[in-house]
Nanobody
Framework: EVQLEESGGGSVQAGGSLRLSCTAS????????MGWYRQAPGKKCELVST????????????SVQGRFTISQENDEGNRKYTVHLQMDLLKPDDTAVYYC?????????????????WGQGTQVTVSS
């Protein structure tokens, strides 16, 4: 069974920074993309950022553009692929459960994706 290991998250004051990481192991990733979604209370699941494995092309939601940076590491020897999401200048509106997804497809609820591989989710809380 494919598992995505998430790390990072936590609580921070507005203006602070956090870093999320997600590692996939023993997968064939050609043509894949990995990234982060989030779900805040009362809101729909939102795509935050993704990066393509093949050429590192990044996508950012308008709400995080200029504040979040996604990057990737490929440890070919250990067959581990890690994506990092550096989150700077955090705002209270960034408070949500963040989910890592590999080739993720989802509707309104991050916890009930349509396809892809998904992590368990990690809480990010930004206080004002």
């Amino acid at each position: 069974e494919v598992q995505l290991e998430e790390s990072g998250g936590g609580s921070v004051q507005a203006g602070g920074s956090l870093r999320l990481s997600c590692t996939a192991s023993d997968l064939t990733l050609d043509g894949s993309d990995m990234g982060w979604y989030r779900q805040a209370p009362g809101k729909k699941c939102e795509l935050v950022s993704t990066i393509t494995y093949d050429d590192g092309v990044a996508y950012y939601a308008e709400s995080v553009q200029g504040r979040f940076t996604i990057s990737q590491e490929n440890d070919e020897g250990n067959r581990k692929y890690t994506v990092h999401l550096q989150m700077d200048l955090l705002k209270p509106d960034d408070t949500a459960v963040y989910y890592c997804a590999l080739d993720g497809v989802v509707g309104a609820w991050c916890q009930y994706p349509t396809s892809g591989y998904w992590g368990q989710g990690t809480q990010v809380t930004v206080s004002s």
